[in-house]
Every structure is written in structure tokens, then in C-alpha cells.
Nanobody, 113 residues
Framework: VQLQASGGGLVQAGESLELSCAASVSTSTIQTMGWYREAPGKQRELVAAIMRGGGPHYLESVKGRFTINKDDAKNTLYLQMNSLEPEDTAVYYC????????WGQGTQVTVSS
């Protein structure tokens, strides 16, 4: 299973970005998919996750600003990020659980003030 993340970039505070994570397998078979982020000097943290048959879960600080969505027809996981803040600056990783956890490569998100 391969996960390919994309969509990061440099934006100003208040702007939006959409991250994508393309899977090499049908995402309908993946039990849980999510987005993590790792900022310099900080531990990797779960930003948002979506479970098959369940509702989404969000990090408290991104609730109301970020939306996780999965398109099984395109085998792609998305993270729509609105009202970005400098504190959102990090490398963002997607992951998914099938028979084990799989991780995509990171994509850098930088938010300038």
C-alpha cells in the first residue's frame, strides 16, 4: 500500500489549502485514514481522522477550520484547511490502517503571519 500526499505550500495567515493523499488501493477497504502533523521541536500529532462507518475526529485546535473527507471513487483522502494560522505550520502526513499502519511522505505547510 502506498500513500502519496500532496498539496502543501506557503500561504499567509487566513488563507486556505487543500491536502490530498492518493492511495494505491481502494480507500473503501481502509478502516481508518487520517492526517498527522509534525512541527519543528514538537511531537507528531493527529490532526484529523475518518473511520469507516464512523464520524470524523479532529484535533481541538482545528475544529471548525479543517475538514477531512475521503473520496472512494478517486481513492483519495483530503484535508481542507481554512483560516490557516502560523501555528498550523508543520509537515503533514497521511496514514491509513489496512492490515497495518501505512504512512505517506510528508508535505510541508508553512503559514506566514
Amino acid at each position: 500500500v502506498q500513500l502519496q500526499a500532496s498539496g502543501g505550500g506557503l500561504v499567509q495567515a487566513g488563507e486556505s489549502l487543500e491536502l490530498s493523499c492518493a492511495a494505491s488501493v481502494s480507500t473503501s477497504t481502509i478502516q481508518t485514514m487520517g492526517w498527522y502533523r509534525e512541527a519543528p521541536g514538537k511531537q507528531r500529532e493527529l490532526v484529523a481522522a475518518i473511520m469507516r462507518g464512523g464520524g470524523p475526529h479532529y484535533l481541538e485546535s482545528v475544529k471548525g477550520r479543517f475538514t477531512i473527507n475521503k473520496d472512494d471513487a478517486k481513492n483519495t483522502l483530503y484535508l481542507q484547511m481554512n483560516s490557516l494560522e502560523p501555528e498550523d505550520t508543520a509537515v503533514y502526513y497521511c496514514n491509513g490502517f489496512l492490515d497495518k499502519w501505512y504512512w505517506g511522505q510528508g508535505t510541508q505547510v508553512t503559514v506566514s503571519s
